[in-house]
């Protein structure tokens, strides 16, 4: 680590922090002796805790994930939101915000609910942090990509050529264009996360990655399901996704704050890897010491025009920011999900 940027310079605020990659990115934080942290998300409505979420009636949902960290303040999302428009000021001065927070699935019907959660809200705290002259990094997403025909490189500037596949990535491509067009992207961060996987998972219902289905699907019945291909040039499990794993996720994501000068935009976050659902599924029954098997049902209608057979980040331009550490391998990484917390059934930090 050369230096920690804006981290461990005032507050650090991270929103969707009792959620998947925002929880797994407070455990680093706190890695690093930062506790100094205002996590917002949406367990409880009206809800507060000062340092420690309680658990309770939680206990098998984002409250876990919270429950083993250091932060100082916990805030409901809306309330967090209506205080922020009544008094900016109100929670102090923030060094960096990361902006986790949002609607994630991608068969979310909702439009309106989409565009005010995962863009106007973006807009609002977008706009709010660089008034206090805090560090804004946020997520974006590899869904605003659509099936790649445009390419998934996140040198090119020319945004609207892309076209997702679901209203979940058209809303994160609205954030992306509108910060684009008015000239904020290069005093933002934007990050495409593609396939993340990893502890923390357990709450995201049908959004959870291969790996916790799998894992449970082979505890139960012995063998994982796969979606049979819808296209001829992709033979069955042969689909290809560029797997992420969450701690690399986080190490990325906070090397944006950490390299404080490093130049705005939007950037890929993942292993510049793809890899077959097939091999992904190898190695999940590798680490369970189990030989594969497999089953392949069909897709369901409503899922094959919104289906991604092929996904592989670029990342040179992260690696051209000075980022240099090494990807953990897919085999390696999902035997220590597997392992060192599913098996025992752990979140980060416990």
């Known amino acids: 680590m050369n230096g920690i940027g804006t981290l461990g310079h005032d507050r650090i605020l991270v929103t969707g922090g009792a959620g998947f990659i925002g929880s797994a990115l407070v455990w680093a934080l706190n890695g690093r002796g930062l506790t100094d942290i205002v996590v917002t998300d949406f367990i409880e409505p009206g809800k507060q ?48 915000v990361f902006h986790l927070g949002a609607c994630s699935s991608t068969m979310e019907s909702n439009e309106a609910y989409l565009r005010d959660n995962n863009f106007a809200y973006t807009r609002e705290l977008a706009e709010w942090a660089l008034a206090q002259g805090a560090r804004f990094i946020y997520a974006s997403s590899a869904a605003t990509y659509g099936d790649g025909a445009a390419g998934m490189d996140d040198k090119d500037d020319n945004l609207a050529r892309l076209r997702p596949l679901n209203l979940y990535g058209r809303s994160k491509q609205l954030f992306d264009l509108h910060a684009h067009r008015s000239a904020l992207l290069n005093r933002l961060v934007g990050l495409k996360y593609f396939n993340v996987f990893g502890p923390n998972e357990d709450h995201k219902g049908d959004m ?62 993942g292993s510049g890897q793809a890899n077959t659902w097939l091999a992904l599924t190898a190695a999940i029954f590798a680490a369970l010491g189990r030989p594969p098997a497999i089953e392949f049902i069909d897709m369901p209608a409503a899922l094959r025009d919104k289906y991604q057979y092929f996904t592989q980040a670029k990342i040179a331009k992260l690696r051209e920011t000075g980022y240099s550490r090494p990807l953990t391998a897919l085999g390696t990484a999902v035997a220590d999900y597997v392992r060192n917390y599913l098996v025992p059934g752990k979140r980060l930090g416990e």
């Open 208 to 269: 959870r990655s291969l790996v916790h289905k799998a894992y449970g699907q082979i505890l139960a019945t012995g063998k994982v399901r796969l979606f049979r291909s819808c296209r001829p040039e992709f033979k069955d499990g042969e689909q290809q996704r560029d797997f992420l794993y969450v701690k690399d996720a986080v190490e990325m994501t906070l090397h944006f704050a950490e390299h404080a000068t490093t130049a705005g935009g939007l950037y890929n976050i």
């Open 49 to 96: 805790w000062n340092g420690r979420v309680p658990l309770d009636s939680g206990r098998d949902g984002k409250k876990r994930n919270l429950a083993p960290l250091k932060f100082a303040e916990y805030v409901e999302a809306d309330v967090f939101r209506a205080r922020l428009q009544a008094n900016p000021g109100g929670f102090g001065r923030f060094g960096t």
